[in-house]
C-alpha cells in the first residue's frame, strides 16, 4: 500500500503562492497516477489537478487552470499554486492509484491511497 505524506499548506494573502509537496513510499510501479484533491469546509472533496508519471499527462481543474501547476520529481509530487483566492482556502489531499484515465482522474472515490492532508488558507 503506497503512503503519501503532505507538507507545505500554510496562510497566505490573496495574490500570494505556496507550493504543496506529496511525498509517496512504498511503490515501485514507475507508472502512476496521483492526484492533488481539496475540500472547502463543508463543500465536497474535488479534484484540483493531477499527473501520470508514466504517460506525463496532467490534468487541471477549470478553477485553477493557468494558476497551478502539477510536477513531480521522483516519488514526490508538487502542486505550485499562483495567484491565489480566497475561494481556493480548502484542505488540500494527495492521492493515488495505478492509473490516470481522463474521464475519472477527478473523483475521490476511485482513490483508494490518501494523505492526512495540508491546510491551506488564504486571506483577502
Known amino acids: 500500500q503506497v503512503q503519501l505524506v503532505e507538507s507545505g499548506g500554510g496562510s497566505v494573502q490573496a495574490g500570494g503562492s505556496l507550493r504543496l509537496s506529496c511525498e509517496a513510499s512504498?511503490?515501485?510501479?514507475?507508472?502512476?497516477?496521483m492526484v492533488w484533491f481539496r475540500q472547502p469546509p463543508g463543500k465536497e472533496r474535488e479534484g484540483v489537478a493531477g499527473?501520470?508519471?508514466?504517460?506525463?499527462s496532467t490534468y487541471y481543474a477549470d478553477s485553477v487552470r493557468g494558476r497551478f501547476t502539477v510536477s513531480r520529481e521522483r516519488k514526490t509530487l508538487y502542486l505550485q499554486m499562483n495567484n491565489l483566492v480566497p475561494e481556493d482556502t480548502a484542505m488540500y489531499y494527495c492521492?493515488?492509484?495505478?492509473?490516470?484515465?481522463?474521464?475519472?482522474?477527478?473523483?475521490?472515490?476511485?482513490?483508494?491511497?490518501w494523505g492526512q492532508g495540508t491546510q491551506v488558507t488564504v486571506s483577502s
Open positions: 492521492a493515488a492509484r495505478p492509473y490516470c484515465f481522463g474521464h475519472d482522474w477527478n473523483e475521490p472515490g476511485h482513490f483508494g491511497s
Open positions: 512504498r511503490f515501485s510501479n514507475s507508472v502512476y497516477c
Open positions: 499527473l501520470y508519471f508514466g504517460e506525463g
